[in-house]
């Protein structure tokens, strides 16, 4: 099956969210890809008055890096898998490497962890879980995963691209329930919604964050974030981004190219959605919520209401990262390699520094004093910013 989008936001979030040979799922098979125009001229970097002294702290090389894998940290510990399956775990502080183990296979997501017990998904559709540099078992899943594995209580929960959430036994690898949810044919090749909330395990289920029962996957609430639209099945496409922001029992998560929504999350209520053009997560905090348009537009709502707070144009079509809010700063990264640190109150630039000219391959994670990033070459850099 071909799929192409129509629109520039979704030929840009195409591009920069699942890459040069994107493609879009069809149920466990993967579709053909279509072209895209040539990718817009990214804006040059304005000058500004820094505010803020940053300096390296430590770094590492961890090997070549792509969307959708992701950086972990639980424990004290920070944990990276690199396209190849170099599984690296890290003292979070330090930088100091603590075990590494090559898992001699491609991998589509990951990683999890809970800093002892990690988890990895192979192209080849395999859960792995390792455990102090030791694969410890092996699971065979339904279908393709780009989100990484969720390890919590004891237990691996997975996200499958049709829709399925299984949960295994941490120590064995059994099986112990599985979910599946039907809907749209078609399923973003990018990493989606699975995390914990409470007692719940949350969920990204096409345009619909749904808590469920980690003991046995019975849903509690589910509330809608995004809607289909459009008049064929690319145009329907529909599904939730990785990257919530969290304050309280107000979680705000992002519909692909469709809305941004915040919910009550004891109650399984909406309290507020806002049309939005983005393809990356958010981040916020008590009083103001953070995203970035596919086009490179910074933007701010106010938690409460929804309501615009300020836009910045000055990073359009940079190739933005999802914004990073944490200790008081908000960071984010762009894909020639530069790292920006945003004043909350207006959005102007009060600092940046660039990494390397690979991009940045990930959020920017905020880990005592530092933030952390790696690039798409694998460049596990710790800055700090005072």
């Not at 099956?1 to 030929?11: C, G, Q, V």
């Not at 002892?116 to 078992?137: D, F």
């Not at 719940?200 to 029962?213: D, F, I, K, T, Y």
């Not at 959605?273 to 995203?291: D, I, K, W």
Request: hydrophobic share 45%.
């Amino acid at each position: 099956m071909i799929a192409s989008f129509k629109t520039e936001h979704f030929f840009q979030a195409w591009r920069q969210s699942i890459g040069a040979s994107s493609c879009l799922l069809f149920l466990l098979a993967l579709g053909a890809c279509s072209s895209t125009p040539d990718k817009p001229v990214p804006k040059a970097l304005s000058d500004f008055k820094s505010q803020l002294t940053v300096t390296p702290a430590w770094s590492s090389q961890v090997g070549p890096i792509g969307s959708p894998l992701t950086l972990n940290l639980a424990s004290g510990r920070l944990a990276v898998v690199n396209n190849m399956g170099l599984l690296s775990v890290f003292n979070a502080e330090t930088g100091v490497l603590a075990w590494q183990l090559e898992l001699n296979s491609a991998i589509a997501a990951g990683v999890g962890g809970d800093g002892q017990r990690y988890a990895v998904i192979t192209k080849a559709n395999e859960l792995i879980a390792v455990s102090e540099g030791k694969e410890i078992w092996r699971a065979k899943l339904p279908a393709l995963s780009l989100t990484a594995p969720l390890v919590a209580g004891g237990r691996v929960f997975v996200l499958t691209a049709d829709r399925t959430i299984l949960a295994f036994d941490g120590a064995s690898g059994q099986n112990l329930w599985r979910q599946q949810r039907t809907g749209d044919p078609l399923v973003l090749k990018q990493a989606g919604i699975l995390t914990t909330f409470q007692d719940n395990l949350m969920v990204g289920l096409s345009g619909r964050m749904v808590a469920m029962s980690p003991t046995n996957g019975v849903i509690k609430w589910e509330v809608a974030i995004g809607s289909s639209r459009g008049t064929n099945e690319v145009e329907r496409l529909v599904d939730l981004v990785v990257g919530v922001s969290r304050v309280n029992n107000v979680v705000c998560a992002r519909a692909f190219q469709t809305a941004v929504t915040c919910v009550d999350a004891v109650k399984g209520t909406n309290l507020w959605t806002r049309a939005a053009q983005g393809h990356v997560g958010l981040s916020g905090n008590e009083s103001l919520l953070f995203g970035a348009e596919s086009d490179g537009k910074l933007l701010a709502w106010q938690r409460h209401s929804g309501q615009a707070a300020w836009q910045t144009e000055a990073f359009k079509f940079r190739g933005l990262t999802a914004p990073s809010w944490a200790e008081g700063q908000l960071v984010l990264g762009d894909d020639l390699g530069w790292l920006h640190w945003i004043d909350t109150s207006n959005g102007q630039t009060i600092a940046r520094v660039q990494v390397d000219n690979s991009g940045l391959a990930v959020a920017p994670l905020r880990i005592g004093k530092n933030w952390v990033t790696v690039t798409k070459n694998g460049l596990l850099q710790a800055y700090r910013a005072e």
